[in-house]
C-alpha cells in the first residue's frame, strides 16, 4: 500500500517547492497531485511548461517524494458539446505532462450536470472513447470517484459505469468523506467497499457529516430549494462516518493499493490536522510507526 497525501492545505499560498517540502515534512513518501492555479486548476488548461516539469521533478527528487498519481478535474461530461471539448483538450494535455513527469496514474471525477444524468453519460463515454487511445498509449492508469453533485453520484452507478468502460487499468477512487452520498443518506462504507470489490485502487480519507440527517436539516439552506450541494473533508473522528467498520474491511480485503490524506478543512493548521488523521491511519490499519510505506 502506497500513503500518499493530497496538499490541498498548502495550494493557495504555498509555491511548488515549498509544497513539496510540506509533504516530505509531514511525513510522506507520496503526493497526490491534486489541483494548484500554478499547475492544472479545476476547469482550465494546464498553465505548464517544460520548465516547470523540470522544476518539480527535481523539488520531488530533493525532497524524496514520489507522485503516486496527478489529479485533474475537467467538464468531459458535459452535455454543452464547447465545453465537452475544451474539456477533452485539456485533458490531453493533463495527459502528456503526467507522461513526462514520469507518472503512471491519474485520478479524477465523473463531473457532468446532476440535473442531465442521460446526457451527461453520453457526453463521458464520448470523450473516454476520444481519450481512452491516448491513457493507452502513454501507459497511464485511471481511477474514477463519483462526486457530490456529478452525473454520478452513487458508489454502486460507478461501478457500473466504470466496468461498463471494460479496461483493465479503469478503477475505482472511494472517497470516504462522500459515503453519504454514495447511497443517499446510509453511509454504509462496508458495503461501498464490498460492491467495488476487485475494482477498489484508491481510497480517500477524510470525515463528513451526513447531510441527510435531522430530516434533512442537518445543514440549513436558505431558500430551502436552492440548489446547493455540502459536504466535507474533515479529521476522523469529527463527522459520523464509520470509520472503525471501514478499516476493519481495508483490512480483510488486504488492501493494496494508493490510500490519501484527504482532508481540506484546516489550512490554518495543516500540521496538526496530518498529526490527527496520520494517527487515525495508522492505528486502523496497524501499521507500525516509523514504516515508510
Known amino acids: 500500500m502506497r500513503l500518499a497525501y493530497d496538499p490541498s492545505h498548502y495550494r ?15 511525513g510522506y513518501e507520496y503526493v497526490e497531485f491534486s489541483p494548484r492555479k500554478d499547475f492544472i486548476w479545476f476547469y482550465e488548461y494546464p498553465k505548464v511548461d517544460k520548465q516547470l516539469i523540470k522544476d518539480l521533478k527535481r523539488y520531488c527528487l530533493d525532497a524524496g517524494v514520489k507522485i503516486s498519481s496527478v489529479l485533474p478535474v475537467q467538464q468531459w461530461s458535459s452535455p454543452i458539446e464547447d465545453e465537452r471539448q475544451a474539456a477533452v483538450r485539456n485533458w490531453k494535455r493533463c495527459i502528456e505532462i503526467t507522461s513526462e513527469l514520469g507518472v503512471d496514474l491519474m485520478n479524477s471525477e ?6 442531465r444524468p442521460v446526457e451527461s453519460e453520453a457526453a463521458f463515454v464520448k470523450s473516454m472513447e476520444e481519450l481512452m487511445p491516448l491513457f493507452e498509449k502513454e501507459g497511464i492508469k485511471l481511477n474514477l470517484q463519483s462526486h457530490p453533485n456529478d452525473f454520478i453520484e452513487l458508489n454502486t452507478e460507478a461501478i457500473r459505469m466504470i466496468r461498463a468502460l471494460d479496461k483493465d487499468w479503469i478503477k475505482l477512487v472511494y472517497s470516504v468523506a462522500h459515503a453519504f452520498f454514495y447511497d443517499d443518506g446510509v453511509g454504509d462504507v462496508e458495503k461501498h ?4 470489490g476487485d475494482l477498489l485502487a484508491h481510497v480517500l480519507i477524510a470525515d463528513t457529516l451526513n447531510h441527510k440527517a435531522a ?4 445543514y440549513i439552506v436558505n431558500p430551502p430549494n436552492a440548489n446547493v450541494t455540502i459536504h466535507q473533508h474533515l479529521n476522523p473522528g469529527e463527522g459520523e462516518v464509520n470509520f472503525e467498520a471501514l478499516y476493519r474491511k ?16 484546516y489550512p490554518d493548521k495543516p500540521e496538526w490536522s496530518n498529526e490527527v488523521t496520520l494517527k487515525s491511519i495508522r492505528e486502523g490499519l496497524k501499521i507500525k510507526e516509523g514504516l515508510n510505506i
Open 193 to 196: 467497499l464490498e460492491e467495488a
Open 12 to 26: 493557495d499560498n504555498t509555491n511548488l517547492k515549498d509544497t513539496i517540502d510540506a509533504v516530505a515534512r509531514l
Open 110 to 115: 465523473f463531473a457532468g450536470d446532476k440535473s
Open 215 to 218: 430530516f434533512g436539516l442537518r
Open 250 to 265: 481495508l483490512r480483510e480485503m488486504k488492501f493494496d493499493g494508493i490510500l490519501t490524506n484527504s482532508v481540506f478543512a
